[in-house]
């Protein structure tokens, strides 16, 4: 029975989760495509200016998530991510439909807006649902919604580009997260004991042990003692800079593979695609070891280090050797998305769930400034300079700092988690 408890919270509720998360991740991340396919050249867009309207996603991001977080840990996680489906679907495929360059730009900040609460409402979610000793899997395979949608937008947005242009692209890859609004709406409760899948026993044996969880952290006030506590600091601080180094990536990788070679779009969408191939797979190897010894940071700063060390690598290259640039970033694609699930572990194992998804909010909001920084200084220096050299120097040194500072984070000493949880670690 216990065993069936667990197989079946994976199996019923992480596919509704990664799915959700891929169209967020879908609708953010196309536009790198748009702008590879002529988007600049069709509305008059300059190249410092493509570079702002890229990162305007982040700051509505930023401003966002918060209230977002607050708002789905006091009242409804289904709630408030059923209307950011519907919004986000509608904002994405209205992209396609603009006609001038402010439009454009209102469009991405509020993508960002409508898209800000979600991570951190999945995360709160997956808390509702899942135990530390589970908890960094969890995360994984909420966070592969990232690469895993990039690794087939890239083959099927190149396609879509080159068969019918960047509106049309926009346009079908919006309709999808307002289909799955529905889905979601139907298929989702926010508690363990809102559903009819589960018997009474193990709702209240799941309760219990992550009431037993809760007991072992020391308790916090209030958002304001949680967001002073030395450790959430300096994790905003290491988000705001591993955003620098995922985001500049992610955004410009196709204007990056297509500006540096004479392939055509599909060409590029497949080059595109393989970084996060190798992503997918070092994100659920570090997730399952990090689970399994128990540990987080261990699993966080040595896959930001090897990224640091790709992308100098890469600078130290120049543009004349693209194959061997070309590998070097596929490296650091991977070693940049490996440790998500082990860092948003952290949080909840050292703040209490009365303000853990807040500061899980204020983590990724700074990680939005972050990534807004990334997107806006890497597509300005490729701009400026003709050469992706200065960028990769760039998201290196960002790396590099991101794993200073979590090499300096001090999370509080981990407890023995109390054997009621031994029944639930059955996946």
């Not at 806006?376 to 040194?397: I, K, R």
Request: include cysteine.
């Amino acid at each position: 029975m216990t065993s069936s408890l667990a197989i079946r919270r994976w199996w019923t509720i992480m596919p509704i989760v990664f799915i959700t998360y891929s169209l967020a991740y879908l609708d953010r991340a196309n536009f790198g495509f748009a702008s590879a396919a002529g988007i600049n050249q069709d509305l008059g867009i300059s190249k410092g200016l493509s570079s702002l309207i890229g990162a305007l996603f982040f700051l509505g991001y930023f401003f966002f998530q918060i209230p977002g977080a607050i708002y789905a840990e006091r009242r409804s996680v289904k709630k408030l991510v059923f209307w950011s489906l519907i919004l986000w679907g509608g904002c994405a495929a209205l992209t396609g439909m603009v006609s001038n360059i402010a439009s454009l730009m209102v469009i991405r900040f509020l993508l960002g807006v409508v898209e800000a609460a979600v991570m951190p409402a999945m995360l709160i979610f997956i808390s509702n649902w899942f135990t530390k000793s589970e908890r960094s899997r969890a995360n994984t395979f909420l966070i592969l919604g990232n690469p895993v949608t990039v690794l087939w937008m890239s083959v099927v947005s190149g396609y879509l580009v080159h068969s019918l242009g960047w509106r049309q692209m926009f346009i079908v890859e919006g309709a999808p997260a307002i289909i799955w609004a529905i889905c979601w709406w139907f298929l989702v409760q926010d508690k363990p004991q809102q559903v009819a899948w589960l018997t009474q026993q193990e709702k209240d044996q799941l309760a219990q042990t992550l009431r037993a969880e809760q007991a072992a952290i020391k308790p916090v006030r209030n958002y304001g003692e949680a967001f002073r506590t030395p450790a959430v600091i300096k994790l905003c601080a290491q988000y705001f800079c591993w955003s620098i180094g995922v985001y500049g990536f992610v955004l410009w990788l196709p204007s990056i593979l297509k500006n540096g070679s004479t392939l055509g779009m599909v060409e590029t969408g497949w080059l595109s695609a393989l970084p996060y191939l190798a992503a997918t797979i070092a994100m659920l190897a570090a997730s399952w070891a990090s689970d399994k010894l128990n540990r987080r940071k261990v699993f966080v700063w040595p896959f930001l280090l090897v990224g640091a060390v790709a992308f100098a690598a890469s600078y130290a290259l120049g543009s004349t050797h693209f194959w061997l640039s070309y590998a070097l970033l596929v490296i650091a694609g991977g070693a940049m998305y490996a440790p998500y699930g082990p860092f948003f572990a952290i949080v909840p194992e050292l703040l209490p769930k009365n303000v853990a998804g807040g500061a899980m909010a204020l983590i990724n909001s700074m990680g939005a400034l972050g990534s807004f920084v990334g997107s806006y200084v890497v597509g300005y220096l490729n701009g400026a300079t003709g050469s992706p050299s200065a960028s990769y120097a760039f998201m290196s040194v960002a790396l590099a700092a991101a794993v200073i500072l979590t090499l300096i984070v001090k999370p509080q000493p981990l407890t023995n988690a109390p054997t009621l949880a031994t029944p639930l670690q059955g996946k």
